[in-house]
């Protein structure tokens, strides 16, 4: 992913995508509001030909197989969402005892 803020939440974001998520590249210059066509094709070039694109493109697809997994039945999605439904019942159900 080319990573070009402009606005809000963005910057967190491309700081995600970059840094924690690894599959991204950062567009130099957006901070002055100006990415020369040079960097944008060096960056496309990157990511579509370089060793580093290589990587990024098999994290992403490593990235696809775990997020498909965790939305199987006994995926961790399922579980954290079934276990959060779980507490919230409980929950429910002390709030109601207490206030008897």
Request: charged residues 30%; hydrophobic residues 45%.
């Given at each position: 992913?080319?990573?070009?803020?402009?606005?809000?939440?963005?910057?967190?974001?491309?700081?995600?995508v970059?840094?924690?998520?690894?599959?991204?590249?950062?567009?130099?210059?957006?901070?002055?509001?100006?990415?020369?066509?040079?960097?944008?094709?060096?960056k496309?070039?990157?990511?579509?030909?370089?060793?580093?694109?290589?990587?990024?493109?098999?994290?992403?697809?490593?990235?696809?197989?775990?997020?498909?997994?965790?939305?199987?039945?006994?995926?961790?999605?399922?579980?954290?969402?079934?276990?959060?439904?779980?507490?919230?019942?409980?929950?429910?159900?002390?709030?109601?005892?207490?206030?008897?």
């Amino acid at each position: 992913m080319l990573c070009w803020t402009f606005y809000a939440e963005q910057l967190m974001n491309k700081v995600f995508v970059t840094e924690g998520m690894d599959v991204g590249v950062e567009m130099e210059g957006y901070t002055t509001g100006f990415v020369k066509s040079e960097e944008v094709e060096a960056k496309v070039r990157l990511v579509m030909e370089s060793e580093e694109g290589r990587r990024i493109r098999g994290r992403v697809a490593a990235l696809k197989n775990e997020a498909i997994a965790a939305m199987q039945d006994d995926g961790s999605s399922q579980t954290s969402f079934a276990r959060f439904l779980f507490d919230a019942k409980n929950l429910h159900e002390q709030l109601a005892l207490a206030s008897e």
